[in-house]
């Protein structure tokens, strides 16, 4: 045990929600290599599994070695492989993108957190293997046809400036607005994009969840993420840019719950902040209003929901409680 030098306390965080996020990415992933028919999604979720066992294998090492209980995370308890298929074929490799897309933001906030060289390692050693497995699914998907992308543009030939303030305007009544630039395109076909998996990763987990408060839960989401849809497809509609991004399949009918209502529950907890991520960034980056505030709007909403969702993971006992900072208060006064 190396207590005398202890990794930090950001360190100590970034490496506990770490764990996990990877432990419910392994149950998701145990779940869908056992119901895939394809070779080539089974091999990609294979090598993931492995690579993603052997770095919460490094987490609990450093955890012993420093003293520190392992947390509990999700386990066996947490899956049933014995339940039947809930996605249809293609759903599995789509939905393991949006989750290497959360990972790899994670990762850059965990480094800028990071000190130790054997904990900047693991950050490290963790973007690699999600960079890979985030470029081998997007070209099964793009192979396979499921994946949509954006609209093509004709290529600018001259560099420009913003001349007026008229550029950031979007609530135009009387006149033209201008047309979307390619960033604008961009954050509105990956909101829709993210949003139409995230809708069917919620209306399979409403059909299946045992706690009737979750079930509710889960169908606020799909109505939330529906929203969402058709506020960036409006947008788009209204600027002569007609296309849908795929959702990668349909919802089986089936009603067995592969997962737990804790694992879940944990899992639209990670949608969701990263749908928080990726509205902020569209709220920063657009230049025209409507967009702006749209996006903004869509933040909040998001906020609220997932606010009432870790409200029902603590009732529930389901929220593990991260390390805590000494309450010098309570120690003075007890």
């Known amino acids: 045990m190396d207590v005398k030098n202890p990794i930090s306390s950001a360190e100590l965080g970034t490496l506990w929600l770490t764990y996990q996020q990877k432990t419910l990415i392994l149950r998701v992933l145990e779940y869908f290599i056992e119901k895939t028919e394809d070779s080539e999604a089974r091999n990609i979720m294979g090598g993931l599994w492995q690579d993603l066992s052997y770095y919460v294998n490094k987490i609990k090492d450093l955890f012993e070695l420093q003293g520190i209980v392992i947390p ?4 066996k308890e947490d899956v049933h492989l014995d339940a039947p298929k809930l996605y249809d074929n293609g759903f599995d490799i789509m939905f393991l993108r949006v989750l290497k897309e959360i990972s790899m933001g994670l990762y850059t906030v965990n480094m800028n957190m990071s000190y130790r060289s054997e904990v900047m390692d693991i950050y490290e050693g963790l973007t690699v293997v999600t960079q890979k ?3 081998r699914s997007t070209e ?3 192979k396979k046809g499921i994946l949509t992308i954006p609209p093509k543009v004709t290529m600018p030939q001259s560099t420009e400036f913003i001349e007026s303030k008229s550029y950031l305007k979007g609530f135009n009544l009387w006149g033209d607005k201008r047309a979307l630039n390619t960033i604008e395109l961009g954050v509105l076909h990956h909101g829709i994009e993210t949003n139409n998996v995230g809708m069917q990763v919620i209306t399979g987990f409403a ?3 045992s706690n009737p408060e979750v079930k509710d839960y889960f169908v606020k989401g799909k109505e939330l993420a529906k929203k969402q849809i058709q506020t960036f497809e409006g947008i788009l509609l209204e600027n002569d840019i007609q296309f849908s991004a795929t959702s990668g399949c349909t919802v089986t009918t089936s009603t067995l719950p592969p997962f737990s209502d804790k694992l879940m529950m944990f899992c639209v907890y990670l949608l969701n902040g990263f749908g928080l991520v990726s509205s902020s960034f569209g709220t920063v980056f657009t230049l025209r209003n409507d967009v702006t505030l749209k996006t903004a709007w869509i933040a909040k909403d998001i906020y609220f929901y997932t606010h009432d969702g870790i409200k029902i ?7 593990e409680e991260p ?3 000494e309450d010098r208060h309570q120690l003075i006064h007890h």
């Open 72 to 75: 509990v995370g999700f386990g």
């Open 133 to 135: 497995t985030y470029r």
């Open 140 to 142: 099964y998907l793009l």
């Open 207 to 209: 059909q299946c969840a």
């Open 313 to 319: 993971m603590i009732k529930n006992g389901w929220l």
């Open 323 to 325: 390390p805590q900072m």
